[in-house]
């Protein structure tokens, strides 16, 4: 019979966002946690009994339950608790080996009061369009990646029911999106022949347009991740005499609050689990009064 070599087994890449309440101000960690564990794992594989299994979906609670119950103050030491106690708490389990990846979140200041909104670091592409007829220029300024999350100030109900709605009506959810924006400047003629425009100060017009989008997101009260996406292109079209038009892209990167009743815990709007897809995807575009749109829609 073959030998059975190296093994482990496990729940890779349990996404677990855990805010901390301090009033206003709020803290937030990021985690893709892997849990592999190994021991005497023979029989699963030869005979197939389960007597020495622990399922993994029960790795992936106890990372969402120690979130709540312990915090997490770093992903040492939230690995470090793990390790633990699957290995302190199983016969079976002579080795765990946990990978922890943490996402870095800034928060964004605003001169409001409110302390929940947060910049995911190092994340975001800056992109350009320029195109030329000879005559004409148009030039369409962005930003992929900008990933942003408010942990609270926004709601979600009073929506259409049919007969396939399940979703419930929800009063206080995290709401994130990665922004994806583009906008195109008015300037279209240079003054190279005389006559023409100068050309808008780029560098600004990215850096304005760039705090204009964090700026709206962060102190809209959100009743839709649709209200949120017309304030962040209005307060740029307001802003930014400019810009004539801006079309925004935004994945509704959903937080699922994770039941942790039957683990005996209350999860006070504490422990999210971060879903990847499918993804609600809001799109619009906001133009100023009286131009026409000219970016694609696709
Ligand atoms: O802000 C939202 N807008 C929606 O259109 C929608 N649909 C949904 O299921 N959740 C949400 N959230």
């Known amino acids: 019979m073959p030998t059975l ?9 349990t996404r677990v966002v855990r805010i901390v309440r301090d009033g206003a101000v709020h803290h937030i960690k990021d985690l893709n946690v892997s849990v592999a564990l190994s021991g005497d794992m023979d029989e699963v594989h030869l005979s197939g009994s389960n007597a020495n299994v622990l399922p993994t979906d029960t790795t992936k609670n106890t990372v969402y339950a120690f979130a709540k119950e312990h915090g997490i103050a770093s992903p040492e030491q939230f690995g470090i608790l793990l390790a633990r106690h699957f290995v302190t708490g199983q016969d079976a389990i002579h080795t765990a080996r946990i990978r922890i990846e943490e996402y870095g979140w800034e928060r964004i ?3 409001g009061a409110a302390r929940h909104s947060f910049v995911r670091t190092g994340q ?11 005559e004409r220029w148009e030039v369409i300024s962005g930003l992929t990646g900008l990933t942003v999350l408010n942990s609270t100030d926004s709601e979600f109900w009073g929506f259409v029911k049919d007969e396939y709605t399940t979703l419930p009506e929800v009063r206080d959810r995290i709401l994130a999106t990665d922004v994806h924006a583009r906008w195109r400047y008015g300037w279209c003629s240079d003054d190279d022949g005389g006559g023409g425009e100068p050309a808008p100060d780029w560098e600004r017009g990215y850096a304005g347009a760039r705090d204009d989008l964090l700026a709206a997101f962060a102190e809209t009260y959100s009743l839709s991740l649709q209200q949120t996406l017309y304030q962040m292109g209005a307060r740029v079209i307001e802003n930014r005499p400019a810009i004539d038009e801006i079309r925004l892209s935004l994945p509704n990167k959903h937080h699922f609050l994770v039941d942790l009743e039957p683990f005996g815990l209350k999860n006070d709007n504490e422990v999210y689990f971060a879903a990847d897809r499918p993804y609600g995807l809001i799109e619009a575009t906001i133009l100023r009064d009286g131009v026409r749109p000219r970016i694609a829609t696709d």
Do not use: H, L, P, V
């Open 5 to 13: 070599g190296q093994n482990q087994y496990g729940k890779a890449e």
């Open 124 to 134: 975001e592409t800056r992109t350009a369009q320029i195109t030329f007829d000879g």
């Open 109 to 111: 200041e605003t001169s």
